[in-house]
């Protein structure tokens, strides 16, 4: 036990752990040649293997652990599209034009990785439910109101619910109004990013597992070194997100943040009919650093993000953050009072990256342009990642697709350490401080009879 926590830290994340895993494909050994070498084996490193193979390319997938050790395989699982992204502070950056196009990327990924689901028959409980932007207290809805209308002039589609329609729809009563966004949902980002590396082996991908890249050299043909081998191709792709700053690249364009996760134990009937919620909407909230709910398909509740947590040096331990799980626990019991002390099921922790304007980061690198990048996924990479694997095996194939040339842009520079441990974690700290005195709010405002406590023993009367 860890203050209150209990001790059910899962290192490779709850989904994966709770799947029985395939065996890993052998460590790459001796001197390989491919048309393209990509490394990672996440959403984006995948989807550029199925892509390229596709096109009858010869690849070759280096995963340092296994596929979907990243956040691919730890993530809320929310397919969303562009939902509750930084409209403002793009829009400012890029022009409205741009910043249209900006968004028809992110709402393009929804049916992206739909598309790949039906393709590749990939069953990860995927629940085309819609999403929901909510308010927990009524000082949230002027913010909420302007985003809206902002993301709806960029070509959002969305539609606000006001109080009565959220309880209309049986949305827990904790979350008062909301932006409902009827494209997307939730699934299973274990079975995703999995059944993506089963097609990938099925189109002859050659993936080594356990094959960290130690270093790469430029050229016409690129040399990407590993511990016992090495693979040279016309072209190289980093598709590793929170983990490039470790290879040298964008250490000064994106920074790792760590995002952790509780997952309940599965409700009972009367749980679930005290909770309600019949669409299962994936919920997020209008926090500055925000909270998601969500139900899964054993009916545990998830609860994601809450707190944030960047290192020094760009650093990524995979390693639990007890501090994030408590404030999960209190928000949980914030927004589902009628759960009361409900125990535990898992709680673990994963890095995504995250740009100065909150947009991807990508293009190319090394005198040749053959050293192709993609980070800066800023918690919604389900989509926009995998929709990245097309745009990134079109590039190869000597196309600028309409959507990639949109993403194009000046990304902010973040300053060297150690200011930026201090900027970074300064403005998480001064969020965390708006977000406790809203939830102080909303606490204060509770209904007495919504916080009375429904246990599991409720479903077996005697």
Known sequence: ?????PDHYRPLGGWIESLQRPQPQPELEGEVRADVVVVGAGFAGLNTALELAARG??????????????????????????LGIEYEMFASRVGHEQARRIVEYYEAGVGYVEGKLAEHGIECDYKASGLIRAGVHRAQEKRLRKEMALGEELGLHTRYLDAAEMRARGIPPAFLFGCYSP??????????????????????????????????????LVRVQTARGCVRAPHLVLATNAYTPQLGLLADKVVP????????????????????????????TVHWTMESYRLTARNTLLVTTKRLHYSHGSRTPNEPDHKAYRALRQALRDRFPMLGEIGL??????????????????????????ILYTAGCSGHGVGQQSLMGQLLAERIAGKEPALLAALRHKTPRTPPEPLRWCVVNGALAAANLLDAQTDRKARRALPYDFAQPVTSDSAHPR
């Open 1 to 5: 036990m860890n203050k209150g926590i």
């Open 183 to 220: 494209r997307g949902g939730t699934l299973d980002p274990a079975r995703y990013v999995l059944g993506l590396r089963e097609a990938a082996l099925r189109a002859g991908v050659k993936l080594y597992e356990n094959t960290a890249l130690q270093s790469w050299s430029e050229g016409p």
């Open 345 to 370: 099921r898992a709680c673990w922790s994963g890095w995504v990256s995250l740009a100065g304007d909150a947009l991807p980061v990508v293009g190319e690198a090394g005198a040749q342009g053959n």
């Open 57 to 82: 390319a010869q690849v070759a997938l280096l995963e340092r652990e296994s596929a979907g050790f990243g956040a691919s395989g730890r993530n809320a699982g929310y397919l969303a599209g562009a």
């Open 257 to 284: 943040l760590r995002v952790s996760a509780i997952e309940t134990e599965p409700l009972s009937a009367a749980q679930l009919a005290a909770v309600g919620w019949p669409r299962r909407e994936g919920i997020v």
